[in-house]
């Protein structure tokens, strides 16, 4: 199976814990997206990535949310401090893009995470 | 800001009726334009696209067309089966240097035999 990968798909942690994510994304494709899904929403955007570059970020994600991408292949996704309101799915999405091409983003099946 | 909107669910509907999700769009610039469907247990899959006015995307017997005037991109089967039952999302990529995805909240579809 050559998609996106995610790991842990579950997690259950206590409120103040810290938690990270793993993404792998495609072999080939140098464009990496995290995406926040909560019960009866849509995914929304977290940050992106280029490479190894981190070049946009939401809102949503704050100080105590960081991602990065060493070397430019997996990601991870790291939350300090969990609160309740962090209990969501976690998504990360890769694609292959040049310049302002907007190709298709194929997503991994997410990890899931309650903060009790 | 880019916005997506989308018919609210739940819809249940007979094997074999015809199906239509409505999605109109607010966006900066030219968009592209897609529905992702999430079947039970299973993650986000790309069912079709459209990237310009007037394209049609088409995949599995369904069908979308973007329409610029109206802003809109409904999705449309003309027979559902039971195997259809998922939620479907409509979303958006705005361009112009901006990469990520804004989705709608999604419809959930039951087909029942």
């Known amino acids: 199976d050559t998609g996106v990968s995610q790991n842990p798909r579950h997690k259950i942690t206590k409120r103040g814990q810290n938690v990270t994510f793993r993404c792998d994304p495609i072999s080939e494709h140098n464009r990496l997206y995290w995406y926040r899904q909560t019960l009866g929403q849509g995914p929304e955007f977290l940050t992106y990535f280029q490479n190894e570059a981190q070049l946009e970020k939401s809102r949503l994600l704050s100080d105590r949310f960081s991602a990065e991408r060493p070397k430019g292949s997996f990601s991870t996704l790291e939350i300090q401090r969990t609160e309740q309101g962090d209990s969501a799915m976690y998504l990360c999405?890769?694609?292959w893009g040049s310049g302002d091409q907007q190709e298709t983003q194929y997503f991994g099946p997410g990890t899931r995470l309650l903060v009790l | 800001g880019d916005s997506v909107t989308q018919m609210e669910g739940p819809v249940t509907l007979s094997e074999e009726a015809f199906l239509t999700i409505n999605c109109t769009y607010t966006a900066t610039g030219y968009p592209s334009l897609f529905w992702y469907v999430q079947y039970p247990g299973e993650g986000l899959q790309l069912l079709l696209k459209?990237?310009?006015?007037?394209d049609k995307g088409s995949n599995k017997g369904f069908e979308a067309t973007y329409r610029k005037e109206t802003t809109s991109f409904h999705l449309e089967k003309g027979s559902v089966q039971v195997s259809d039952s998922a939620v479907y999302f409509c979303?958006?990529?705005?361009?112009?240097?901006?990469?990520?995805?804004?989705f709608g909240k999604g419809t959930k579809l039951s087909v029942i035999p």
């Open positions: 999405a890769s694609s």
């Open positions: 459209a990237t310009k006015a007037d």
């Open positions: 979303a958006l990529v705005s361009g112009a240097g901006s990469y990520q995805l804004t």
